[in-house]
């Protein structure tokens, strides 16, 4: 996104870097907990169920990259490094 304003002769550009969660999204693709997730998110939906394990997690990001992983899986996103 780049916003550009042109206040009495001054132009002012400000360009946003991409969102937290975008960079977070990035940054799964080589973390175990992602992996695990895509895992469990191909099997799942090659046995049509619904979110079958039920993992935890200690830490709130090793969660969020399971579910990130999962989620990726099921819409398709093969974006692991096998």
């Known amino acids: 996104m780049v916003l550009a304003m042109n206040i009495t002769g001054v132009t002012v550009r400000v360009a946003a870097s991409p969102s937290p969660q975008e960079q977070h999204d990035q940054d799964d693709s080589n973390n175990k907990n ?14 049509n169920r619904d979110h079958y394990k039920k993992r935890t ?9 399971y579910e990130s992983g999962y989620q ?3 819409q398709g996103n093969s974006q692991d490094h096998r």
């Open 34 to 47: 992602y992996e695990t997730g895509m895992r469990d998110g191909r099997s799942d939906q090659a046995h």
């Open 57 to 65: 997690f200690k830490k709130d990001d090793d969660q969020k990259a």
């Open 72 to 74: 990726s899986s099921r």
